[in-house]
């Protein structure tokens, strides 16, 4: 509820833009269990999640506006279960009158089930936001990984400090589609973060606070570089921390960045 509101505010959450999950652990499957009725009805998915087989995850519905989520959590979000073998899913809980989980559902499992595959089974969110700066920069640079990484990095210190495996991007896509999810997942594998050219970023997280932080820390670096480059006559600004000034930050910090995204 605290992202949503923060988000919110930030201005990344127009009306249904953006979603939200949470795949469950055994401690919260233990405590919900006296509310979860599981419908019979099974959907089935795309692209299937073996990795994700028997899973419980929160999902935002629909349609829905995160904004709302404190008010009307039944309707605003649900949770689903995955089959067996990961390739369909059943709602057990939320998602009242007719409410579907996001059309970002896909995205969503294919980012926990490379998550996973990647040795991150602690991340356990996985949101996306409509986050503006990061959407005008899109418009502006190529949609690679390095050249956002580079930039970013470049612009605000601490950002090779939340992203020191740097960021993926991706051009432009229809959202919700498999090829979104796909091209999503495999980036992710690697990054934290991908960005949507004109459309957003989607970031995976052990937690809300730090997905969140993720999220946060590349929409400010993205418009502190878009206000300098403004400032600077819409050149690339002049002072930008160098490939030695990131090298020493990992140094000082213990981190081991992504080395092909350093010169
Ligand atoms: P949903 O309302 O289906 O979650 O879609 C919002 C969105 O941002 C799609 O990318
Ligand atoms: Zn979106």
Known sequence: TRLCVDACARGWHEANGGNLSYRLDEDDLVALAPLLEPESQWHGLKRAVPELAGAHVLMSASGAYLSNVAYDPSHICGIIQLDACGESWRACWGFADDARPSSELETHLAA?????????????????????HVIALSTLIEPSPRAWTRTLWRTMTEGIVVFPQGIGALPWMVPGSPELAEATCELMAVHRACVWTQHGIMARAAGFDEAFGIIDTVEKSAGIHLGARAANGGAEPRHLVSDEQLRAICERYGLTPNEGFLD
Do not use: I
């Open 112 to 132: 926990y089930a490379t998550a996973l595959r990647a040795g991150d089974g602690a991340d356990r969110v996985v949101y996306h936001a409509h986050a503006p």
